[in-house]
């Protein structure tokens, strides 16, 4: 059922980011060169989709996106609510961050790319599930 499908992405996503956040602290803050300001527009269908259905204002429109770097970056970082985020900015996880997470915890990026893998298999089953409920 879509709304229950929606929750559990909505559950697994909070972890990711709780998994996460330390390091991003961490790290992100001291970065020269942030990935959010060498991105342009990276919504996709299924981000679409999920923050419809999750009942998530819809600041996503491609005609907003005219300046270079994220529209959503601000001086503290990102300021859409984690859940709002296109998928690959929870997967997106450069060397530094990366080598920082093995430090902390060497069973880390293993354990996020297991919940990246079934949010993006329920990110699928969401589409599929939208779809049956049309017919
Ligand atoms: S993920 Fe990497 S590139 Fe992006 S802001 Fe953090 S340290 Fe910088
Ligand atoms: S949506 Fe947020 S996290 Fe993603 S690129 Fe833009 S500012 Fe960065």
Not at 35 to 54: A, G, P, T, W
């Amino acid at each position: 059922m879509v709304s229950e499908t929606v929750r559990k992405i909505e559950g697994l996503l909070s972890e990711a980011v709780d998994l996460q956040k330390d390091c991003v602290k961490r790290i992100c803050v001291e970065c020269e060169s942030p990935c959010c300001s060498r991105v342009h527009y990276l919504f996709n269908e299924k981000d679409i989709l999920f923050l419809k259905l999750s009942g998530r204002k819809s600041r996503w429109r491609r005609e907003l996106f005219t300046r270079k770097g994220c529209w959503f970056v601000g001086d503290q970082g990102c300021t859409l609510d984690p859940g709002s985020r296109p998928f690959i900015c929870h997967t997106y996880i450069c060397d530094n961050l990366k080598m920082d997470m093995i430090r902390c915890d060497s069973g880390l990026p293993a354990l996020l790319e297991g919940k990246f893998k079934i949010i993006g298999e329920m990110r699928s089953q969401l589409w599929a599930e939208y779809l049956d409920e049309k017919i």
